[in-house]
């Protein structure tokens, strides 16, 4: 459940107020007071706090995990990924920790602080007896031992997952008139613990000055994939929403593109030793995300079909997922072996201080843009290559040259600036033409050899058309889009 939460500060004397209709949506409000004992679990140096994560036991209520939400920002609004275990309170439960890996790896948990505290709680709800939100004010006591060492009081106001976005701020308005203070999004295991829970996680992106030396872009590139990678780490083991597989997928094909394009600023051996490593990766990640991408497009035709044809249909898309169930449990395999978390282990180790050659160590304004160069040249010449008419696996090959460009244009941008983002974007236009017709070519070619006989052969068909068009479409599209990617002036910084 991804948790949407607001927290405030609350002044001395501050008391919530009435939020009874607070909104149209709101047809009454239920006040409780709960007494809470918590305990926080993690590394000894923190390793979940300063991720954004948490791991608790609170007596009566289990265990919970917390996870950190979206990479991008949401202004003063956590939101968080909230995950419930039963088990015993001295031990964190297996499936827990398993959610955790990407940011424990070999770890040790233990408990880390244990919290008190006095909940007032308003539950607002809607005609049907629904649970919009929560709005608690807490009155927090931080143990040690038997003694309390410090104490704080906040609010939060938490969404549940019926409720509308502009509930929330309604609720802000009406606590912000009551006295509450800022909004503050610190969680309270970061506030029970101190200056400690609050140092970074041990990788961190920061963003290169125009000075920055070629390694400092380099880091930073290796760094935002590597984090993209431990965010999507959990979607998949829960396995509930597609799109982090997609997205582990692209952080490993960032990785592998980075560690080929800027070879020349790297230790030869170690960075071809680690993106053999990540290919494994992401041959088990392509397969599920292929059997994702071939369902979500046929999905779309069955659909379309008429009712004596549907039967068929789902025929076909039951394949589908047989195939991709069977790549869903080799990739369920491989992300809880050994192997795995040692590369996990790696990535971090590598983003944060990656081997370096020493012309890494000069100006990036100098050294990166003749790197980039070079994949432009390589992209050209294959479009030079081509014929009057080039097949399928050409486009693709082209496909793939042109993403390599644009990952490398990416990770330059932050010190090049508008002309490398302006280049990328003309890529990544051509690249979007190219995939789509790659995924009608790859859709057509699974068609054929899977249900291109028996009672499936006149909807295989009807699809296989279907394909057809997408792909023509494409192929006389994908000239429009490399003439915008060809233009000199996009060329100027390299």
């Known amino acids: 459940m991804l948790e949407r939460e607001l927290k405030l500060a609350a002044p001395q004397g501050f008391d919530l107020p009435d939020l009874a209709q607070v909104t149209a949506d709101v047809a009454s409000a239920d006040v409780v007071t709960q007494k809470l004992n918590t305990t926080y679990f993690d590394t000894r140096d923190l390793r979940l706090t300063r991720w954004g994560c948490s791991l608790r036991y609170r007596i009566g209520q289990g265990w919970t995990v917390k996870l950190p939400g979206p990479l991008e920002s949401n202004g003063d609004v956590l939101v968080r990924g909230e995950h419930v275990f039963q088990g015993d309170p001295q031990k964190p439960p297996p499936p827990a920790l398993d959610l955790l890996t990407a940011y424990l790896r070999r770890g040790q948990v ?23 939100a929560e709005t608690v004010q807490d009155d927090v006591a931080v143990l040690d031992g038997r003694k309390i060492s410090t104490r704080f009081r906040e609010i939060e106001v938490e969404l549940k997952e019926a409720a509308p976005d502009t509930l929330l701020p309604a609720i802000f308005e009406r606590l912000s008139v009551a006295g509450a203070g800022a909004p503050d999004p610190t969680p309270k295991v970061v506030r029970a613990l101190g200056n400690r829970a609050q140092r970074p996680p041990e990788l961190e992106v920061e963003e290169p000055a125009p000075e920055a030396t070629a390694g400092m872009v380099l880091r930073r590139a290796l760094g935002l994939a590597v984090i993209r990678l431990l965010r999507h780490d959990a979607g998949i083991r829960l396995g509930t929403d597609p799109e982090d597989v997609h997205q582990a997928r692209v952080a490993v094909r960032r990785l592998r593109s980075h560690l080929r394009t800027f070879l020349p600023l790297m230790d030869i051996e170690w960075a071809i ?67 795995y978390v040692d590369l996990l282990k790696r990535l971090v180790d590598s983003a944060r201080a990656p081997q370096l050659a020493p012309i890494a160590a000069e100006s990036g304004l100098l050294t990166l843009p003749p790197l980039v160069a070079s994949l432009w040249r390589n992209v050209r010449a294959k479009v030079d290559d081509f014929g009057q008419e080039p097949d399928d696996t050409q486009l693709h090959k082209l496909r793939i040259r042109t993403k390599r460009c644009r990952y490398a244009a990416e990770a330059v941008a932050p010190i090049i600036g508008r002309g490398a983002r302006t280049f990328a974007r003309a890529a990544a236009d051509l690249q979007e033409v190219l995939g789509e017709h790659h995924d009608a070519v790859v859709a057509m070619q699974w068609l054929r050899d899977h249900a291109a006989s028996g009672t499936l052969t006149f909807v295989a068909g009807q699809f296989s058309a279907l394909e057809l068009v997408t792909a023509n479409s494409a192929r006389a599209r994908w000239p429009q889009a490399w003439r915008a990617f060809d233009r000199k002036k996009l060329r100027t910084w390299m």
């Open 110 to 132: 233990h408990p880390v602080v244990r919290l008190r505290t006095i909940r007032q709680m308003i539950t607002l709800r809607a005609n049907d007896g629904s649970p919009l």
């Open 273 to 339: 030793s680690l993106r053999q490593e990540l290919g494994w990766l992401a041959d088990e990640l392509g397969a599920v995300r292929d059997a994702d991408v071939l369902m979500d497009g046929l999905r779309k035709h069955a659909a379309a079909l008429a009712p004596r044809d549907r039967g068929a249909g789902a025929k076909i898309l039951a394949l589908i997922a047989v195939q991709r169930e069977s790549a869903m449990s080799r990739l369920s395999e491989t992300i809880h072996s050994p192997r």
